[in-house]
């Protein structure tokens, strides 16, 4: 019963492609992430969203496009793929108590761009 | 400057050691704060969240000190389980956003 599901789990694709990474959450949460890993570890926020609207949009290349069809799902599409895009993008949802956003991650989707 | 910063290590220490990591953020407006712990290869996991009046989870303790604007974590009588990636998170929940510190490396060795 995984909180938080994002496939695939590894991706690798040539330059110039598109492909997409699901992500699900059964969790009830409103908000869901995406968050990009890159080679030096470092973890950053590309989108959020809360109740299927666009909330955070972190100067991330238009190629990236999200999608949430309804508040348990969030899509990562990305066109065109290039070199610098191979990372591990990971999904997340968060809930808030109070002022308190405490978020929870995916297993991580690892992506290889050749 | 960035909105939060961590010393990368990395920290080697021994079993039964105590170690002490630091973070300091830059947003005072910031309302929560956490400690995440990643595993290689893995994703990141809430440890513990961290209030100002410090909070203790069995060997760790957080504390939090609003007017230096300053987060630890402290690792008392370190395992060897124990070793992995320590991430500090502040979150601004009117800005909706959390942001990750960088990550401090911990190997506790034998």
């Known amino acids: 019963d995984t909180a938080v599901s994002q496939t695939p789990k590894y991706l690798v694709t040539q330059m110039g492609n598109d492909k997409s990474i699901k992500c699900e959450q059964n969790?009830?949460?409103?908000?869901m992430y995406w968050y990009k890993q890159d080679s030096k570890k470092f973890l950053k926020i590309m989108f959020s969203?809360?109740?299927?609207?666009?909330?955070i949009n972190e100067t991330v290349p238009n190629r990236f496009s999200p999608k949430s069809p309804d508040k348990a799902h969030l899509n990562l599409h990305i066109n065109s793929l290039e070199l610098g895009d191979s990372a591990v993008y990971f999904c997340?949802?968060?809930?808030?108590?109070?002022?308190?956003?405490?978020?929870?991650f995916g297993e991580g989707s690892w992506l290889t761009v050749v | 400057r960035k909105e939060v910063e961590q010393d990368p290590g990395p920290f080697n220490v021994p079993e039964g050691a105590t170690v002490a990591f630091n973070c300091t953020y830059s947003?005072?407006?910031?309302?929560?704060f956490f400690w995440y712990r990643q595993d290689c290869r893995k994703e990141p996991k809430l440890l513990m969240s961290?209030?100002?009046s410090g909070n203790e989870d069995g060997r760790f303790t957080a504390q939090l000190n609003r007017a230096s604007q300053y987060i630890s974590l402290l690792i008392r009588d370190s395992k060897l389980s124990d070793s992995a990636t320590y991430l500090c998170?502040?979150?601004?929940?009117?800005?909706?956003?959390?942001?990750f510190g960088d990550g401090t490396t911990l190997t506790v060795k034998p």
């Open positions: 961290v209030y100002s």
């Open positions: 969790l009830g949460h409103d908000t």
């Open positions: 998170v502040v979150n601004n929940a009117n800005a909706g956003k959390s942001t």
């Open positions: 947003n005072s407006a910031s309302q929560s």
């Open positions: 969203y809360n109740n299927k609207e666009l909330i």
């Open positions: 997340a949802s968060s809930t808030r108590t109070g002022s308190v956003d405490t978020i929870y």
